[in-house]
């Protein structure tokens, strides 16, 4: 029976053995310890040495499976990382923010470099307006008297100067002035030389005194229609020497009498920009034309602006003027002359003249343009181009050169205009900064830090 128990047991032990083989040894190890069987017959597994090589261990430090001894955390530190000492946080501190770049370099990426410096901010009103000529560099060549155009010496563009003869007329009223002139000249001197010679008799008392007194009158008279006529001609825009002198010159030449002509000359220097009237066409009376010519100095002109009431009182005459062209239309700066003191009716705007010089003529009257007025200046103690400025991190950052390459500096801005920055702290007056490409450190700085953080 007890035979039968013993092979009984054996077979079940080398069932469940076979499928669990830490079962199988314990079965084992109670058929050993019931002295039937003298030995394990099958040795341990490699899944069990390591399992007791680990629970050994474990055994060893005293602290079962479930325990953490400390030489396992001083090797293997939370992350997977070491840090040595004087790292914080995987960051090293040094060289953040800066980049060095050779000039060279900074040459190559076409970035700019300026002085920071004080300056002036400049504010200003965008207003349109209208180029127009001159008022005080635009002449008319006026006809004074009645007559026809005889000639014209002038087209359309040419220049002229001032006093220059630019046509000619024909005229019987000029050739009558001239006349009375000449003959109360004439008269003038007869009436002299009588008068002389009347006071030399009546001094020797050898004339009556009588005689003496008539010629007195008579040169007297004479004298005064001299005068007249002087004055007549002077009405007609005519020189009375000139006149004289023509007289002497048509004695020689009978067949050239100048009695008729009268000269009309350019009462400033310019240029002819229109013409009114062709040879031949009479003119001096009623319904005919006053005048032949209208000559312009182009070399200054006037910018009409209409400015609104509400920006009327910003606006000051002497004001800066900044006319601003298209992308290849000419730019120009002059100044306002004229703030009128009345507002239209009709647009309830002010009229304001601006000067602006013209001297090659590349603005022409009627042309419409841009202009932006000045109303402001502040000046200020560090002034930098918006160029220079960047923004990193909703911070407002500027690049200062260094002797290895630039810096950044955090800025903070106070008061702007058009084109720049009041920098109130983080610059100096001499610190160099770049000004153009700026945004390339920014991208070369973003590329560093992030190379870092890695």
């Known amino acids: 029976m007890r035979a039968f128990l013993s092979v009984a047991f054996l ?3 080398i069932a469940v053995g076979g499928a669990f083989p830490r079962v199988s040894e314990v079965v084992q190890d109670a058929l050993a310890a019931a002295g039937l069987t003298n030995a394990r017959a099958t040795p341990p597994t490699n899944a069990a040495v390591t399992k007791r090589a680990t629970v ?9 499976e479930h325990g953490h001894g400390h030489a396992d955390a001083e090797t293997k530190p939370a992350g997977g990382h070491k840090h040595s000492e004087g790292e914080a946080d995987g960051h090293d501190e040094e060289g953040e923010g800066k980049i060095k770049m050779t000039a060279e370099q900074a040459e190559e990426q076409d970035i700019k470099l300026a002085t920071v410096e004080g300056g002036i901010l400049s504010r200003h009103l965008l207003v349109p307006g209208t180029i127009a000529q001159d008022a005080d560099r635009i002449a008319r060549v006026p006809v004074r008297v009645v007559g026809t155009v005889a000639e ?21 009223e000029v050739a009558e002035a001239k006349s009375d002139f000449l003959t109360a000249t004439v008269k003038a001197d007869l009436e002299k030389t009588n008068f002389d010679r009347q006071q030399a008799l009546w001094d020797k008392r050898i004339s009556a005194e009588s005689a003496f007194l008539n010629a007195k009158a008579a040169y007297s008279e004479a004298t005064l229609r001299v005068d007249l006529a002087r004055q007549k001609l002077s009405a007609l825009g005519l020189n009375a020497a000139e ?10 030449t009978p067949n050239l009498s100048s009695l008729r002509r009268y000269e009309l000359k350019s009462p400033l220097a310019g240029r002819v920009v229109e013409r009114k009237v062709d040879v031949g066409t009479a003119v001096g009376k009623e319904g ?6 209208t000559v312009a100095d182009l070399s200054s002109v006037w910018i009409e602006l209409a400015i609104p009431t509400t920006e009327l009182s910003k606006v000051r005459e002497g004001a800066k003027v900044t006319i601003v062209g298209g992308d290849d239309g000419p730019r120009g700066e002059g100044k306002v002359v004229f703030v009128s003191p009345i507002l239209n009716a009709e647009t309830r705007s002010a009229r304001v003249i601006v000067a602006l010089p013209n001297n090659d003529m590349a603005w022409r009257p009627g042309t419409f343009v841009t202009t932006e007025v000045e109303i402001a200046r502040d000046p200020v103690k560090v002034r930098l181009p918006k ?10 950052v500027v690049f200062v050169r260094t002797q290895e390459g630039f810096e950044r500096r955090d800025v903070t801005i106070g008061k702007a205009d058009d084109d720049a920055f009041e920098i109130l702290t983080g610059l100096k007056p001499g610190d160099e900064v770049a000004v153009a490409n700026s945004f390339v450190l920014k991208a070369e700085l973003g590329k560093a830090e992030a190379d870092h953080d890695h």
């Open 288 to 293: 005919d034309p006053a005048d032949v010519y």
């Open 152 to 172: 014209m010496r002038k087209r359309l563009g040419e220049e002229v100067a001032k006093g220059e003869v630019v046509a000619v007329l024909d005229s019987r």
């Open 11 to 13: 077979a079940i032990g």
């Open 387 to 396: 160029s220079a400025i960047q923004t990193i991190g909703g911070e407002k």
């Open 56 to 64: 050994a261990a474990d055994d060893g430090h005293g602290h079962g």
């Open 243 to 252: 006149v004289a002198t023509s007289a002497k010159k048509d004695e020689t």
